[in-house]
């Protein structure tokens, strides 16, 4: 470990300096488990008892405003964006529990102070409800009091600006991956969130963020080898759906 973290600091150029820890965050929660399922508050309650850093999920808004947590466009058929709540509200994931609003999310967040809350706002078909969703959201991570622990993340160079705008000092990190260090930080972004093959062909930006005082995260990492070399680039973050595996390498730096 010695020969590693010195080896480390000759290449990076930072002689006396150390990197914190790479951080585990739980994509779409702990859900790889017995009785979780992917976003379901279960999966939520397993990140924080894994003792993970953060939990992500994923945010979409309904036809009439209420933002839902779900990964995809649609449940069961049903397209959130153009649904009214009522609607999709009784349909469950595969672990039984039905569709949880973000406000019961956050309830449960809120209860659970260990771990940090990645929230992911979806792309919308139509850019008005993406300025919707983003309103609507901050207004109740505000209304619970957890603007400190809340970080957001999207696809969507719209929203990630709206939420700039919106949430001031919040952390707002973009996905997609085609935007360099420097122009993220022009744009306001608290870093890059790309995915790890991204990374491996731009590994300068890991670098370059880092000298802009920006943060690194890398999705969705769940093999070990790929673990390791990010771990060896000194990322900030990296998601995964494996977080008490990459948990384990992490206590073996």
Same mark, same amino acid.
């Given at each position: ?179 360099? *260090?420097? !122009? $993220? &930080? =022009? /744009? ?54 494996? *977080?008490? !595996? $990459? &948990? =384990? /390498?992490?206590?073996?730096?």
């Amino acid at each position: 470990m010695k020969k590693r973290l010195i080896a480390t600091m000759l290449v990076a150029g930072c002689w006396g300096m150390t990197f914190a820890q790479t951080k585990v965050i739980a994509h779409r929660g702990y859900w790889d488990c017995e009785g979780s399922a992917q976003n379901s508050v279960a999966a939520l309650v397993k990140a924080s008892e894994a003792g993970v850093f953060g939990s992500e999920f994923d945010v979409s808004v309904t036809a009439d405003g209420i933002p839902v947590v779900n990964h995809d466009d649609d449940i069961r058929g049903h397209v959130i964006e153009t649904s009214v709540y009522a609607s999709i509200k009784d349909l469950t994931l595969p672990n039984g529990e039905t569709l949880p609003t973000l406000e019961q999310y956050l309830v449960k967040g809120k209860s659970l102070p260990d771990v940090q809350l990645i929230l992911e706002i979806k792309p919308h078909k139509q850019e008005a409800n993406e300025d919707r969703a983003v309103k609507a959201i901050v207004e109740l991570v505000k209304k619970h009091g957890l603007e400190k622990r809340v970080d957001y993340i999207s696809f969507s160079m719209n929203i990630c600006k709206e939420l700039v705008k919106a949430a001031p000092g919040a952390p707002v990190y973009y996905l997609n991956g085609d935007v360099t *260090p420097a !122009e $993220l &930080k =022009r /744009l306001g972004m608290a870093g890059l969130d790309y995915h790890y093959k991204v990374l491996q062909k731009h590994p300068q930006w890991i670098k370059e963020a880092r000298a802009l005082g920006l943060k690194t995260n890398s999705w969705t990492v769940n093999n070990t080898k790929t673990m390791q070399w990010l771990i060896d680039q000194n990322v900030d973050f990296i998601t995964t759906d494996k *977080p008490v !595996e $990459l &948990k =384990r /390498l992490l206590e073996q730096e």
